[in-house]
């Protein structure tokens, strides 16, 4: 009752200290689903098509840094700063190890009482007893998002850390000597720990499944909500991830609210096809097949959020982000923010990729999204979503002048021009369905062509 009460207290804050955007998520109609439709998309059940872009950092749940404690992450100014930049998407980061390199690591799900102390010399887990002020910061920040039209993935595991971290394993919760259960996950002795993300330990999955309950049941009555199970896990995790995917959704059915669920690449050895033969109603695919400089058209089997922390860790260019939009996926970027962890403190040369990450939104938005499809035949340069007869978006990358099939269309159409680098938007001459057209931008470099009903 006491933890009850105090969620109540917390929620009826973050209601009163409501800031700008409230409106803006009010008008979702509840939990994104996949569109029947496009099944490119998410839709909210209003029958708009929702396009998701964002960047996310790996601070942004519990807080990494130099020093212990860590120092705190500023999750307002984050949310301000991804206002500015028209954003509406982050992966909320879960870290499982209580250290990292130089780094410390806090909070965690699980209260830390001994006795006996854990590598950065605090207490050792009791796995059996959950750590409220977890599940409290994680309500109040996927709130906190909500309030400012933001979604937000829920990392449930993080697989990355065990594999790579210096001394990653030493200081993971469930290994032996972190633990007050008699729990220890590294199964095979090999000092490596990766059968936590196995189904090898059915105590070790227990543990696992009363973890997952307790977020779900901290976060299902919010509509912003998706859940992604584990960053970057090895690829031996696949029954594993389908399994917990399963899990989520099954228990989720005696609840009032579902929530989409995804599954991101296995780093490493993982393959894409997993992913999209996998349970999951959104993936995110390594390299293969094209998807940082060529993107291959999004076929709707699932919702395919490109990210760019499983193709370059911290890397991409803006022509990524309009190529991922006009093939149909929905880019999103790792990004250094303020360089606590890894990077240049806000690095100026990934602003052209967190810009357009914004003005692509924007167009999403205005256009009708949902009967929007990758048609890479009907403009030279092959990157074009339409809706032929109505609307055509176009992205040149480098050349100057695109032809443009408007055989479908009749009547005259409306043309703009729109220049990424500059933010410019340039109205261009009408033009006439009915046939092939040619069109040249009134600037250089990258260039977005977009073409509309002049009724419109």
């Avoid at 939990?31 to 839709?43: D, H, Q, S």
Wanted: glycine share 8%; hydrophobic share 40%.
């Amino acid at each position: 009752m006491a933890a009850f009460a105090r969620k109540c207290l917390l929620l009826a804050f973050v209601l009163l200290a409501a800031r700008p955007g409230a409106a803006k998520a009010a008008s979702a109609k509840g939990p994104l689903k996949v569109c029947e439709k496009n099944p490119r998309y998410f839709t909210d059940g209003s029958g708009k098509a929702i396009y998701l872009t964002g960047s996310h950092t790996w601070s942004n749940l519990v807080d990494i840094g130099r020093g212990d404690p860590p120092p705190r992450f500023d999750f307002t100014a984050y949310l301000d700063w991804m206002q500015r930049l028209n954003h509406n998407f982050i992966r909320l980061f879960r870290w499982e190890l209580v250290t990292w390199s130089i780094h410390s690591v806090a909070p965690h799900p699980w209260a830390r009482t001994g006795p006996g102390k854990v590598l950065d010399g605090k207490p050792r887990f009791d796995l059996k007893k959950f750590n409220q002020a977890y599940f409290d910061r994680l309500r109040s920040r996927v709130i906190a998002a909500r309030d400012r039209g933001i979604y937000v993935s829920v990392m449930l595991f993080e697989g990355w850390g065990v594999q790579f971290a210096p001394r990653g394993w030493e200081s993971y919760p469930f290994h032996r000597d972190n633990n007050i259960n008699a729990i220890d996950g590294d199964l095979n002795g090999d000092g490596k720990g990766l059968e936590i993300y196995t189904l090898d330990e059915p105590a070790i999955t227990a543990l696992q499944k009363a973890y997952v309950r307790n977020v779900i049941d901290t976060v299902n009555d919010l509509d912003n909500v998706l859940y992604e199970i584990s960053s970057e896990a090895h690829w031996q995790s696949t029954e594993w991830q389908y399994h917990m995917i399963n899990f989520i959704r099954n228990y989720e059915k005696g609840k009032p609210k579902q929530h989409v669920v995804g599954m991101t690449w296995q780093y490493r050895g993982g393959k894409n096809s997993t992913l999209f033969e996998s349970p999951a109603d959104w993936v995110s695919p390594n390299p293969k097949g094209g998807y940082k400089n060529n993107p291959p058209v999004a076929d709707g089997r699932k919702v395919v959020i490109n990210d760019t922390d499983h193709l370059w860790g911290i890397g991409g260019k803006q022509a990524w982000v309009w190529k991922s939009f006009l093939r149909g996926h929905n880019p999103i970027f790792m990004d250094p923010y303020k360089g606590v962890v890894l990077g240049k403190r806000f690095d100026p040369k990934f602003d052209p990729i967190r810009r357009s990450m914004g003005y692509a939104l924007k167009y999403a938005n205005r256009m009708n999204l949902v009967d929007m499809i990758p048609r890479n035949d009907l403009a030279s340069s092959k990157y074009c979503l339409a809706n032929p007869g109505s609307e055509y978006l176009v992205y040149l990358p480098f050349w100057r002048s695109v032809t443009v099939d408007l055989s479908a269309a009749s009547g005259p159409l409306s043309v703009e021009w729109f220049n990424p680098t500059k933010g410019a938007t340039i109205k261009g001459k009408k033009t006439i369905g009915g046939g092939k057209r040619k069109f040249t931008a009134p600037f250089t470099g990258g260039a977005v062509l977009y073409i509309f009903r002049a009724e419109r």
